[in-house]
């Protein structure tokens, strides 16, 4: 009988602080953005810039995987203002309906957008900085049905 223990595999550094504070951000951008009734250019660019460097960060780090997760993440902090912004902004009963719509189908394409502006600046930083050094503790180690080498 053959089996296959997987020692070590995990990632290098966390992320999560990094995708938290950029959730943030983005949460109060989307709220301003839906309570101005006039669009900012100044509040997009908050949300851009925003989204930018925490590609870069993500990038850099070598954590595209965190790609997937960070319009969730984004969501997750983002519904509830948004959908108090929509109240605010268009009155309690038409903006429970413009929240709702707002948190459920407008989240598609503003979660869509998130996701491929990290992956296109994550893709790029990491293409620009390089794959990781070789290291000497990732190698594969095969025991025998006997337990040697």
């Known amino acids: 009988m053959d089996f296959v223990v997987l020692v070590r595999q995990r990632a290098r550094g ?10 943030v951000v983005m949460a109060v951008v989307l709220f301003i953005w839906e309570v101005r009734s006039a669009p900012d250019v100044r509040v997009s660019l908050a ?3 925003a989204t930018l460097l925490l590609g870069v960060y ?4 070598q954590r595209g995987a965190a ?3 960070a319009p969730m993440v984004s969501w997750s902090f983002a519904w509830l ?3 108090i912004a929509a109240m605010i902004r268009h009155g309690a009963l038409k903006g429970l309906f413009v929240g709702f719509f707002l948190v459920t189908v407008g989240w598609l394409l503003i979660g869509t957008l998130e996701f491929l502006g990290l992956g296109a600046v994550s893709l790029m930083v990491r293409r ?3 794959g990781r050094p070789p ?4 190698e594969v180690v095969i025991f025998g049905p006997d ?3």
């Open 14 to 23: 966390n992320v999560s602080v990094a995708m938290v504070v950029w959730a």
């Open 47 to 49: 949300g851009v810039v």
């Open 58 to 61: 993500l990038g850099w780090r």
């Open 67 to 69: 790609v997937f997760v």
């Open 81 to 83: 203002p948004l959908w």
């Open 128 to 130: 620009l900085r390089g």
């Open 135 to 138: 290291d000497d503790d990732d």
């Open 147 to 149: 337990g040697r080498r």
